[in-house]
């Protein structure tokens, strides 16, 4: 459902290409990937509810950027996909591990934050 709209080559302009709506399907595909995880954060809420547990959600932005050692947050800390080597103090691990790290910790202290009160 979500996949480009296929090209429609111009018969008399070699080269160029007609319009095919790739604009409002960029628009509609937003939605669609949009409502797919506004869905799966509702089913897993009443999972973690029935579970007695609490789900707290937590902006994933710039998670695997920022190191856990130093709080340093910088684009060139992450070199590879896989490899996160902090530019100011050199610590080094897998970026999926140090965004996991750094998830964990945004969570504990919201649900701190939030018995606090």
């Not at 302009?13 to 949009?34: M, R, T, V």
């Not at 996909?81 to 530019?87: D, I, L, S, Y």
């Amino acid at each position: 459902m979500t996949r480009r709209a296929k090209p429609v080559p111009d018969p008399e302009n070699h080269g160029a290409f007609l319009p095919n709506g790739q604009a409002a399907k960029s628009g509609l595909n937003k939605s669609i990937l949009d409502a797919g995880w506004g869905v799966f954060l509702s089913v897993l809420t009443a999972k973690a509810e029935k579970a007695g547990r609490d789900l707290i959600p937590v902006n994933p932005a710039n998670t695997s950027r920022t190191c856990p050692e130093c709080g340093h947050c910088a684009k060139g800390n992450r070199p590879s996909q896989a490899v996160f080597t902090c530019q100011q103090c050199g610590f080094t691990g897998h970026a999926d591990v140090i965004g996991a790290i750094n998830i964990l910790r945004a969570g504990t202290a919201l649900r701190e934050t939030a018995h606090a009160a």
